[in-house]
């Protein structure tokens, strides 16, 4: 029966090698090492073990999966000619090692018994450098994941593959977004190498400045003690702001009595947006996000739903309905990403995948909710149309429908019917949304910037007057229109 036995060398030091690993070594079975980039080498040298070394792949291949797979591909083709062999990696060979991983997956498909021999791992050494207890809670993970997977600072961490200076200066930058510069870390070089291993205590801003970083160097970086840390703390805030010992006005909040503040927050990001005021922007995106936990732990309360529920459905719905990106990147047609979204957004409703007939779009118009701004309600409707062709070719078009509106207002006001005044000054209104949309601008937005001038050239009106020694109300109409014109010109 075709056999692998796997063992780890230890993170350096000779001693670190297990009696179990060494007799494997030692016996007639051939010996792949994934590399002799390793401490104990001198040593298994030593011992006359004799081995096949996997280095010249690494300068063969451009990619480091690539190097893996053809490692993968060797060992599986060996280990069905011969009876049994051993395949030896750094540390422990179920701790980082993605060729591991990939070997027990190859082994199973092509029917190959295998075996497992632990050993000492790097961050036992590590941890015995540190003096610190894992069970205390420690988060390992690698210096490339950190940007997809931020460390969570409540928890403390180790990072590994911190292997030269370059690397540990796109850390630091990734860290001090989310821990002060001045924070003291500490830097494990060499760990288990007697004699070599070295343990510097710094500040996170000082990482990229010590020149010793080598391929055996990891960061430590200790568990932030202050309370309601990162984005789990501001669930814990939240929490105890509405216990029963936390603040009265919190607890006594509803889903109802938090509409308006949601819609201010929301409104207070978008006016940061627009004064292009990014720590502003930052501070006002805080605001929104408190909102939306806030609501989660209402709904959590009542036994509907939780935070966790809400970050996983959204992430289920984005990954759903960005086929090109998550599924199948060869199919992307940025032409029909639109397309596809409004297909699987019916799809998710339970609705057919063909195209609607007008009861069908109607039903959808009306579930915009009815919250929104009306000029903003106005502009997904019409969109929505857009979509079955009823729609203007071009703005000018959509302009001359203006034309035809403004005269029927005319006509409504000559004839004094109030009702119908007000029929159509909305479909004058409903007219403007139109070309704005055409003119792909969002009329929200539009009427915000003139309510601004507006406001804006008043101010300067009143600045006349002042200067006139005068009050705005001291001022005929004519003589208000004479000096509207004159802010204009300022």
């Known amino acids: 029966m075709h056999h692998i036995d796997i063992v ?58 690539a190097v893996y797979d053809q490692i993968v591909t060797t060992l599986i083709e060996t280990a069905k000619t011969t009876e049994k062999l051993v395949y030896a990696v750094p540390g422990n060979p179920l701790f980082g090692e993605k060729t591991v991983e990939k070997l027990i997956v190859a082994a199973k498909a092509a029917g190959i018994n295998y075996r497992i021999y632990p050993g ?25 994941d950190c940007v997809k997977n931020p460390p969570d600072p409540r ?30 870390v500490v830097l494990l070089i060499n760990s288990g190498i007697p004699e070599a291993e070295k343990s510097l205590e710094i500040c996170l801003y000082e990482l990229d400045r010590v ?80 909102q939306i936990v806030f609501h989660a732990e209402i709904a959590s309360e009542a036994g509907r739903f939780n935070i966790n529920q809400v970050i996983g459905g959204i992430n289920e719905k984005m990954i759903r309905r960005h086929p090109h ?25 339970g609705e057919s995948g063909e195209v ?42 959509a302009l001359e429908k203006i034309d035809e509106e403004a005269l029927e207002l005319r006509a409504a006001l000559r004839e004094n019917k109030p009702e119908q005044v007000e029929e159509e000054l909305g479909d004058l209104l409903f007219s403007v949304v139109n070309v704005s949309r055409l003119l792909k601008l969002q009329p929200e937005m539009v009427l915000r910037k003139a309510t601004e001038k507006f406001i804006g050239r008043f101010e300067k009106m009143e ?6 020694k005068k009050s705005l109300s001291d ?3 004519e003589q208000l229109d004479e000096a509207w014109n004159r802010s204009k010109g300022l």
């Open 463 to 468: 600045k006349v007057a002042s200067q006139e």
């Open 8 to 65: 780890g060398l230890g993170p350096g030091s000779p001693g670190q090698i297990t009696l179990e690993t060494l007799a494997l070594l030692k016996d007639a079975s051939p010996n792949f090492f994934r590399t002799k980039i390793h401490p104990v080498m001198d040593f298994i040298e030593n011992e006359a073990i004799s081995y096949q070394s996997f280095d010249c792949y690494y300068e063969q291949e451009g990619s480091f999966e």
């Open 356 to 397: 609607q007939e007008s009861p069908g779009l109607a039903a959808e118009m009306k579930k915009i909710p009815k919250a929104l701004p009306a000029l903003m309600e106005a502009y997904k409707v019409q969109k929505k149309a857009a979509k079955v062709g009823f729609d203007w070719q071009e703005p000018t078009a």
């Open 155 to 184: 928890i403390g961490a180790l990072i590994t593959q911190v292997y030269d200076q370059h690397m540990a200066s796109e850390l630091k930058l990734q860290l001090m977004e989310m821990y002060d510069p001045e924070k003291k």
């Open 325 to 349: 990106v998550f599924i199948d990147k060869a199919s992307f047609n940025p032409e029909q990403v639109e397309t596809n979204w409004d297909a699987i957004k019916r799809m998710e409703k």
């Open 120 to 144: 000492v791992s790097f961050v036992d050494v590590t941890l015995n450098s540190l003096e610190e207890d894992p069970i205390n809670g420690l988060k390992i993970m690698d210096a490339f």
């Open 211 to 290: 020149e010793d970083i080598n391929h055996l160097t990891s960061l430590y970086i200790p568990a932030t003690n202050e309370a309601y840390q990162g984005f789990q703390g501001t669930i814990e805030m939240m929490k105890a702001l509405r216990a029963d010992e936390g603040c009265s006005w919190d607890r006594s909040q509803t889903h109802e009595s938090l509409r308006n503040y949601l819609l201010e927050e929301s409104y207070e990001v978008l006016e940061a947006i627009d004064n292009q005021d990014w720590d502003n922007l930052a501070e006002e995106l805080g605001d929104v996000l408190f």
């Open 475 to 477: 001022y005929t109409f």
